[in-house]
């Protein structure tokens, strides 16, 4: 395999739309950023972060090291929060603007990336609010420059237009998509990936995998987002389980991180629809619940439900982990059955009745899905036509396993 003939240590340059610092040992790169910041005159910069994995990868010491060597003056918002609300950036901006920054240095996942990302724009509109930004009061058509330090192989917020943030009033979790939030500079270090806990790991896997098959089978599905899923899914279907085993194991990361990269730059072709449209919501009724785990239960009903109208892509991007598959539509219960068993051998057992939704819950779920700013754009590009008898019938799919159910009935 052509992995081989690649060399970890080297980082390469991949100039996207986002120029990215990728492979292991990237991080130091963040001295070349900010030398670059300075250039451009930014002399102060906000840091948007979690409470502590900015620190516990190692990451923070190579960008305070760096910012001190320049003098760049910084402030830290360092309580982003996993699903991240209009709140929280709204504090993180009102900081950036009183201390007069003028780029964000966003380290995380993809939680504090999107922060960041969603920061940069309020620095722009210091008269507007995150609420107005997510409900889409305004279109913003500029941010501050953002370097986007990614510490997961699962969002690919690094090399994309997205964000997501949650309006927690109205139980919202839209996305906006604006080319002014592609950040300037990101940094891809797999090293910085080794502390990710198993669930993390999986989770994040699995989101990249749910990108590109949505990518690959929305009905803007363009060759590069079907190209793209493939590579995808056969790194993650490879190195997952070496990642699981061995968590230092740099080699498995790396082109962990490389598939998320693909995946989050596949959408920036293909763009998504069913699995994330309705996740959404699932995370923005739970807060806690991962947005990785929320896609992995749904993702076998989704499937179910698409086959038929994009078999033949199906079986070529899923060959990895479902081999043999008919581009027939009597395969579909098979290939989402099967889609299900993978799932549960690399950790993912839990259907959305273990994670305390109901069928009592549908009828929220669904209303949130089709009210949700953003999500309707989705439903739109789905392959199937996407009613709100078919949203409810994924969502119910999902409450317990594809065999389970079939024994219940």
């Known amino acids: 395999m052509w992995q081989k003939d690649i060399n970890i240590n080297e980082v390469k340059e991949l100039r996207l739309k986002t120029n990215v610092y990728f492979g292991v040992g990237a991080i130091e790169k963040v001295d070349d950023v900010v030398k670059d910041m300075v250039s451009k005159n930014i002399k102060k910069v906000i840091v948007v972060s979690g409470r502590g994995a900015y620190?516990?990868?190692?990451?923070?010491?190579y960008v305070q090291k760096a910012l001190d060597s320049y003098g760049v003056e910084y402030v830290n918002f360092d309580r982003v929060a996993p699903n991240p609300t209009t709140h929280q950036v709204d504090e993180a901006a009102k900081m950036a603007i009183d201390f007069g920054a003028e780029a964000v240095i966003a380290i995380g996942g993809g939680s504090s990336i999107d922060a960041g990302k969603s920061t940069a724009i309020l620095m722009k509109y210091p008269d507007k609010t995150c609420t107005e930004l997510y409900e889409y009061a305004f279109s913003p058509s500029e941010a501050a420059p953002i370097l986007a330090i990614n510490l997961t192989h699962g969002t690919g917020t690094e090399v994309n237009r997205f964000a997501v943030v949650t309006v927690p009033e109205k139980d919202f979790k839209p996305a906006i998509a604006y080319d002014c939030i592609?950040?300037?500079w990101s940094i891809d270090d797999p090293k910085l990936m080794t502390k990710l806990s198993p669930n993390q790991t999986i989770y994040v896997s699995v989101d990249a995998v749910n990108h590109v098959v949505e990518a690959a089978t929305s009905l803007c599905a363009s060759p590069l987002a079907i190209t793209m899923a493939k590579e995808t899914i056969r790194f993650v279907a490879k190195y997952l389980p070496i990642a699981l085993k061995d968590p230092d194991n740099l080699e498995a990361r790396?082109?962990?991180a490389y598939a998320a990269l693909l995946g989050g730059a596949s959408f920036d072709y293909g763009l998504l629809h069913y699995?994330?449209?309705?996740?959404?919501?699932?995370?923005?009724?739970?807060?806690?619940?991962?947005?990785g785990l929320g896609l992995a239960m749904l993702l076998p009903a989704v499937v179910k439900n698409i086959y038929a109208s994009k078999a033949e892509t199906l079986v070529e991007i899923f060959e990895p982990i479902v081999p043999g598959l008919k581009a027939t539509a009597d395969e579909a219960e098979f290939c989402a059955t099967q889609i299900e068993n993978w799932l549960v051998s690399v950790g993912i057992s839990?259907?959305?009745e273990d994670e305390g939704f109901s069928a009592s819950d549908i009828d929220r779920l669904v209303e949130l899905t089709f009210t949700t700013p953003s999500l309707g754009g989705l439903l739109e590009i789905a392959p199937t036509k996407a009613t709100r008898e078919v949203v409810a019938q994924i969502y119910?799919?999902?409450?317990?396993?594809l065999s389970k159910a079939k024994v219940a009935n």
């Not at 620190?55 to 010491?61: M, N, V």
């Not at 119910?396 to 396993?401: A, F, G, Q």
């Open 182 to 184: 592609y950040p300037t």
């Open 396 to 401: 119910t799919d999902s409450l317990v396993s």
């Open 275 to 291: 699995t994330h449209a309705l996740e959404h919501p699932l995370s923005a009724l739970k807060h806690e619940l991962s947005h």
């Open 350 to 352: 839990h259907k959305l």
């Open 254 to 256: 790396y082109f962990l």
């Open 55 to 61: 620190k516990i990868t190692g990451a923070w010491d």
